[in-house]
C-alpha cells in the first residue's frame, strides 16, 4: 500500500501566476482535505471532497480551488498566486474515520 | 471560536527522560481528538486518536490522555529517545461531520543522546 501520495513535491511559482497540486488517496479511501501549513504554523482546514464535490471548505478566499476525479483522486488550484500562500500544502484521505497525511508539496512564491 | 494551544513550543530532554506535551482547547464540545508527530518538511504521523467519550490511548511507549470539562489533553512520553526528535500537533475534530481537524501550532521536541 503505497499510502497518500502528492506531487509535485516542491513548486516555485511567482506572484499572481496560477498552479495545481495533485493528490493520490490511500487505497480504498475515498474522502480527500486538503490543508495548508505556513512555516512554524499548524495545519489549516482548506477543504474536503467526497464523490466529486467540495463537502466542507474551511477559511480560505475563492482563489482556491479544486476537484476529485471518479477515481477518488484530487487536484487543489491557487489562482492569483501572492507571497504569503508560500506553505506546505498537505492532502488527507480517509473513509469515514482517521486522516492519513501525505508528505504535502513545497509551495513557494516569489 | 475554538483555538488549541499548544506549551511549550519547544522542549530539549536529554535521553531515557519521560515527559508531558501539553494541549489545551477553549471550547469543549468536541468530537475526538489526535496527536501528530511531523518530522521536518514532512507530512503529519498520527500517533494516537481520543474518542470524546474515551479518557486516554496507548500506544507503546505514548500515552494520551484527554480531559474535556478543562479542556485540556496531554502527551505521555516515557523514555525518550533520539527517534523521538520531532513536532507534535494537537488536532481536534469538533463535530462528527466533515475532515476539518483544528491543529495547534505543535511542540519540537528534541532528545539528546
Known amino acids: 500500500d503505497a499510502g497518500v501520495t502528492q506531487s509535485p513535491t516542491h513548486l516555485i511559482k511567482t506572484r499572481g501566476q496560477q498552479v495545481t497540486l495533485r493528490c493520490s488517496p490511500k487505497?480504498?479511501?475515498?474522502?480527500v482535505s486538503w490543508y495548508q501549513q505556513a512555516l512554524g504554523q499548524g495545519p489549516q482546514f482548506i477543504f474536503q471532497?467526497?464523490?466529486?464535490?467540495?463537502?466542507q471548505r474551511g477559511n480560505f478566499p475563492d482563489r482556491f480551488s479544486g476537484h476529485q476525479f471518479p477515481n477518488y483522486s484530487s487536484e487543489l488550484n491557487v489562482n492569483a498566486l501572492l507571497l504569503g500562500d508560500s506553505a506546505l500544502y498537505l492532502c488527507?484521505?480517509?473513509?469515514?474515520?482517521?486522516?492519513?497525511f501525505g508528505p504535502g508539496t513545497r509551495l513557494t512564491v516569489l | 471560536k475554538q483555538e488549541v494551544t499548544q506549551i511549550p513550543a519547544a522542549l530539549s530532554v536529554p535521553e531515557g527522560e519521560n515527559l508531558v506535551l501539553n494541549c489545551s482547547f477553549t471550547?469543549?464540545?468536541?468530537?475526538?481528538l489526535q496527536w501528530f508527530r511531523q518530522d521536518p518538511g514532512k507530512g503529519l504521523t498520527s500517533l494516537l486518536l481520543?474518542?470524546?467519550?474515551?479518557r486516554e490511548q496507548t500506544s507503546g511507549r505514548l500515552n494520551a490522555s484527554l480531559d474535556k470539562s478543562s479542556g485540556r489533553s496531554t502527551l505521555y512520553i516515557a523514555a525518550s529517545q533520539p527517534g523521538d526528535s520531532a513536532t507534535y500537533l494537537c488536532?481536534?475534530?469538533?463535530?462528527?461531520?466533515?475532515?476539518?481537524?483544528?491543529f495547534g501550532k505543535g511542540t519540537t521536541l528534541s532528545v539528546s543522546s
Open positions: 471550547d469543549s464540545a468536541i468530537y475526538n
Open positions: 487505497s480504498g479511501h475515498d474522502t
Open positions: 471532497y467526497y464523490e466529486e464535490e467540495e463537502r
Open positions: 481520543i474518542q470524546s467519550s474515551q
Open positions: 488536532a481536534l475534530k469538533a463535530n462528527q461531520a466533515g475532515t476539518a481537524l483544528i
Open positions: 488527507a484521505s480517509s473513509l469515514g474515520g482517521a486522516l492519513f
